[in-house]
């Protein structure tokens, strides 16, 4: 790599090439008079004030750069342009990547995220971020990012298993996100090694309920006098009705609603949705003279549509099989207390495809599934149809004989 200096007004420019690209910046704390500097040599000539310790500054710039470029031209990902010239003033400064700590760089990490992320899925992080904080301060140590190897990572699964009781899908969610934000910091050279890539995300199949068409229809009947229960039960249909996540079924505008259509970007994947509007969405939106009200505390709605749906009779016990502890076992509750904001887009999902003749990739198309396995097992189909296969055909066999 060839490193150049120049002279620009009482500055020094230095300049390489970086990526295909061009890359200057000036060196920093260094100031000089017309004549001082050699252009040709390209350092302070040697009877000017300060040659021999600016030179040393301009020796520094030229060896920290050729260092660094030779250290990232072995990762798998080149950082990006404004990444490079960050890192070349933190080892000027003494502050080296590796010796940053991890709890420092969460900040930018978050921060970044806001650019191209949903609110809930910053939410998330954000929040898996603070057991990482919690798990610091349990094992007494600042972690650097030359402390994550699979030693950490079984100390890890460890604390979140015995010390804070977390189920395996709850460990793997932590884990996804934690591997996100290592991978974040290896683009961007704060990490060279990836073993990061073998923490793997523990998870345990588990059931959740859905809301058939008829529990829709007692919703839909149920007397409220609270004007903001009687939203939340509102909304929670509109999600019952359209498959979208609890941010965008909450959050819709006016506009996203034209000639019978409801077309939307969601917050989750910015990729937008068409959805046909039912004879149920139309009936809420006449309600409300087509500008649905907005709601934002998903804790609150949780809490009011069980006691909704509680009203609304939909008690049956319900026993579905729960990762306690890491461990599986069937927990049986009346179904109101298992319905939550989420239960609305299962419930869309699988009636859709278990009760109509709608085209699984119709469905996908609006769940945003990747796969139709992935969709398959979202609904838990492997389950619930061969219960509806078998409750048909004895329904048929049950006409023809008289048992």
């Not at 809420?284 to 809490?303: A, C, E, H, M, T």
Request: aromatic share 12%; proline share 2%; charged share 30%.
């Amino acid at each position: 790599m060839n490193v150049k200096f120049r002279q620009q007004d009482k500055y020094i420019r230095c300049s390489f090439q970086y990526n295909l690209q061009r890359v200057t910046m000036i060196v920093q704390n260094i100031r000089v008079n017309k004549t001082d500097f050699s252009k040709q040599k390209q350092r302070f000539k040697p009877a000017s004030t300060n040659a021999f310790e600016y030179n040393e500054v301009l020796n520094k710039y030229e060896n920290t750069i050729k260092k660094l470029y030779a250290n990232i031209i072995s990762f798998d990902s080149i950082p990006d342009r404004t990444t490079f010239k960050k890192m070349i003033m933190d080892d000027i400064k003494g502050l080296s990547h590796s010796q940053k700590s991890f709890k420092e760089f969460l900040n930018y990490f978050i921060e970044n995220s806001k650019n191209d992320k949903s609110d809930a899925t910053i939410r998330q992080y954000e929040s898996s971020i603070k057991t990482f904080k919690e798990f610091e301060k349990h094992l007494g140590v600042e972690l650097q990012f030359s402390s994550f190897n699979m030693e950490l990572y079984d100390s890890l699964i460890s604390y979140y298993r015995n010390e804070k009781g977390y189920a395996n899908n709850t460990i793997g969610n932590r884990i996804k996100h934690l591997k996100s934000i290592l991978n974040f910091a290896h683009k961007r050279g704060y990490i060279k090694d990836r073993i990061f890539d073998s923490y793997s995300k523990p998870s345990s199949p588990t059931d959740d309920v859905y809301l058939t068409f008829e529990e829709y229809d007692k919703i839909l009947k149920l007397k409220i006098e609270n004007k903001r229960e009687d939203i939340i039960r509102d909304l929670f249909l509109i999600g019952c009705d359209t498959g979208l996540r609890f941010e965008d079924y909450t959050s819709l505008k006016k506009d996203d609603f034209q000639n019978g259509i409801l077309s939307l970007v969601t917050r989750k994947t910015k990729h937008r949705v068409t959805i046909p509007i039912s004879k149920l969405v139309h009936k809420i939106l006449n309600k409300y003279n087509g500008d649905l009200p907005n709601f934002n505390s998903n804790p609150i709605f949780n809490k009011k549509i069980k006691e909704i749906c509680k009203r609304a009779g939909i008690d049956d016990m319900t026993m579905l099989k729960k990762d306690v502890n890491g461990s599986i076992v069937d927990v049986s509750k009346p179904k109101y207390k298992w319905v939550s904001s989420h239960t609305a887009r299962r419930s869309f999902a699988t009636n859709y495809y278990m009760e109509t003749e709608t085209h699984t990739y119709d469905i996908i198309s609006i769940t945003g599934h990747k796969t139709e396995s992935q969709f398959h097992n979202y609904i838990q189909k492997n389950k619930k149809e061969p219960m509806k296969s078998l409750a048909l055909s004895m329904s048929k066999r049950d006409e023809k004989f008289d048992f």
